[in-house]
């Protein structure tokens, strides 16, 4: 059996997705397996996914995934190079043979020409003496400027969010020698951060917004989907508003060292000592995020290192791919996918969590990780009663 992979936060899964899942289907035939590579309960934007990983993972396998594998936490909040890479080699690990990805130009040949531009050694050292000459551009626009000087229009491209993380996936193909054939869906429905037209198919982002407002988002998202996530809010098992965690977030960011923060991936050129100055000084989250941006430091990365600071991620956890492949969900031909590689992938499958202690002891503490990380995502939960410490270590796979 062939398996064709997809990167994805399926925060929640929406019609877009669906989209893509069926042109993907129609591009390599119904009898390839489509292998999810999904963010656990924290997304790279560095927010709490609105559903838990175990109930987005069955979403997505009612809509026609066929196996969802987890990607654990280090690397959900990594960098978009740092999330690519991970993602992109545990999906080469569990032998995809093609990678499939939404775009917005669909315009294959300039993401590869970036692809290949970004990883050479001189135009990092180009962007690098940019940012000595003008401190106050953040690192993607010092990135972008100096492409554009290379490669001109093709450039533009590193302004769309789903193109940004296409040329990161194209580039962890490369770095990591895999052989995975990229196959992009042009992207349908309103931007990112905008709402939609009438008509108009809308984006994760918007459909957020209007859950934590309490809006009907049900013509949103695919009926199979709706009824998971109905189930799970009937529950009060979700988390729709950001100030959910944020008691939760500043009892731990108090109890951190300077040391503590140092140590944050992604924290180098004194941003540590910034966040830190920032959580003694002030007394909210959004005050604290707003005291340490900068230009040069997007809210996005903030966000990321003050739930790694929480949550116990540090410098050189994300380094390469996960050791492991967690199965969040699957149904009958994903469970056929996974008997036909067991025993002869790159890296071991776990089906039940207590399997995870007879792996190497990295692996089980990246687990003992993510376990502790979901206890702290379920804080934030609506309905208290539904808070159950350790459900990492007692929940399987869902069979759809």
Avoid at 5 to 32: M, T, W
Avoid at 46 to 65: I, L, N, Q, S, Y
Avoid at 219 to 224: F, L, Q, R, S, V
Avoid at 308 to 331: Q, S, W
Wanted: proline fraction near 4%.
């Amino acid at each position: 059996m062939r398996a064709v992979g997809i990167v994805c936060e399926y925060n929640p899964f929406h019609k877009g997705h669906l989209y893509q899942i069926e042109a993907l289907r129609q591009s390599v035939g119904e009898d390839a397996a489509v292998v999810c590579a999904m963010s656990g309960d924290f997304v790279q934007r560095g927010e709490a996914a609105v559903f838990d990983k175990f109930t987005r993972a069955e979403a997505a396998c009612r809509c026609g995934a066929d196996l969802v594998v987890e990607l654990p936490l280090p690397w959900c909040l990594s960098s978009a190079e740092g999330f690519a890479r991970g993602a992109v080699g545990l999906l080469g690990a569990m032998g995809c043979e093609a990678l499939c990805f939404g775009s917005e130009s669909g315009e294959l040949e300039g993401l590869e020409q970036l692809a290949e531009l970004l990883l050479a050694p001189a135009f990092n050292e180009s962007v690098r003496a940019r940012l000595a000459r003008e401190p106050n551009l953040s690192y993607a626009a010092a990135r972008q400027l100096e492409a554009e000087t290379e490669i001109g229009d093709a450039a533009n491209l590193l302004e769309w969010p789903n193109d940004i993380l296409a040329v990161e996936y194209l580039k962890a193909v490369r770095t990591l020698g895999l052989s995975m054939r990229p196959l992009p869906v042009l992207r349908k429905g309103s931007g990112h951060d905008r709402d939609a037209a009438q008509g108009e198919m809308r984006s994760a982002s918007e459909i957020r917004r209007r859950m934590a407002a309490g809006a009907s988002v049900e013509d949103d998202i695919p009926a199979a989907a709706y009824a998971v996530y109905a189930r799970e809010l009937g529950k009060g098992r979700a988390v729709l508003k950001t100030a959910a965690l944020e008691t939760a977030m500043l009892s731990r960011l108090l109890l951190l060292s300077a040391e503590d923060f140092a140590s944050l991936p992604d924290a180098a050129d004194g941003l540590g000592n910034r966040l830190y100055r920032a959580v003694r000084e002030n007394g909210g989250l959004d005050a604290i995020l707003t005291a340490a941006k900068t230009r040069r430091y997007a809210l996005a990365r903030i966000r990321r290192l003050c739930l790694c600071a929480c949550l116990g991620v540090r410098e050189g956890m994300a380094v390469g791919f996960p050791p492991y492949a967690r199965v969040l969900a699957a149904d009958g031909k994903g469970r056929a996918y996974l008997r036909q590689r067991s025993g002869e992938g790159e890296i071991p499958l776990v089906t039940r969590p207590a399997a995870v202690r007879a792996l190497a002891a990295d692996s089980a503490a990246l687990f003992e990780l993510g376990a502790r990380a979901h206890d702290f995502y379920t804080l934030g939960f609506e309905n208290r009663g539904g808070i159950s410490p350790d459900e990492d270590w007692r929940t399987g796979p869902s069979i759809v």
